[in-house]
T-cell receptor, first 110, second 113 residues
């Protein structure tokens, strides 16, 4: 069974700090990886996708992928209170379906 | 960008009854996906709905409990049958839009008493 593991948190960081969110996955053949943000009471929204080993940057967000270690991470620079949410790691499982981790709750304090 | 509308947004139901959730997309899509998010848990795929064929269910989900309709390329329904309190959850419709982006509707929050 395909698994995606994340620390549930909460991860608490002060405003302006770097938040680092981590994810490991079990399916070695996975090729597509995604980070979703979910605010309380809302549906998930995609913030980053990554398909190749290395780093991918988009504004304050950087996704990192290491397929050999089966590891995906998300860095949020200059964290803001509005970044407080649950971050879900998702891995494509074939036929366009995604397997989600349980999510890491991030709390950014002013 | 395309809009995904779900209804009802929330409902409170009695044990043993059934509820049908509707999902409407304002563009034609090949596949529609139904996910469940139980309290404090992540998203679990229930089934994939293709127009003109039976839905494909994931392990642990069966058609008798979660019948799905897909009458056209913009609409789908998910029915939660013979509900029990364990079915209390958020049910999310989703589609792939743009460049391989799985996009979710606002969800239907179901509470079973």
């Amino acid at each position: 069974q395909k698994e995606v593991e994340q620390n549930s948190g909460p991860l608490s960081v002060p405003e302006g700090a770097i938040a680092s969110l981590n994810c490991t996955y079990s399916d070695r053949v996975s090729q597509s990886f995604f980070w979703y943000r979910q605010y309380s009471g809302k549906s998930p929204e995609l913030i980053m996708s990554i398909y190749s080993n290395g780093d991918k940057e988009d504004g304050r967000f950087t996704a990192q992928l290491n397929k050999a270690s089966q590891y995906v991470s998300l860095l949020i620079r200059d964290s803001q209170p509005s970044d407080s949410a649950t971050y879900l790691c998702a891995v494509e499982g074939g036929y366009s379906t995604l397997t989600f981790g349980k999510g890491t709750m991030l709390l950014v304090s002013p | 960008s395309a809009v995904i509308s779900q209804k009802p947004s929330r409902d409170i139901c009695q044990r043993g009854t059934s509820l049908t959730i509707q999902c409407q997309v304002d563009s034609q899509v090949t596949m529609m996906f139904w996910y469940r998010q139980q309290p404090g848990q992540s998203l679990t795929l229930i089934a994939t709905a293709n127009q003109g064929s039976e839905a494909t269910y994931e392990s642990g989900f069966v058609i008798d409990k979660f019948p799905i309709s897909r009458p056209n390329l913009t609409f789908s329904t998910l029915t939660v049958s013979n509900m029990s309190p364990e079915d209390s959850s958020i049910y999310l419709c989703s589609v792939i839009l743009g460049a391989n982006v799985l996009t979710f509707g606002a969800g239907s929050r179901l509470t079973v008493l």
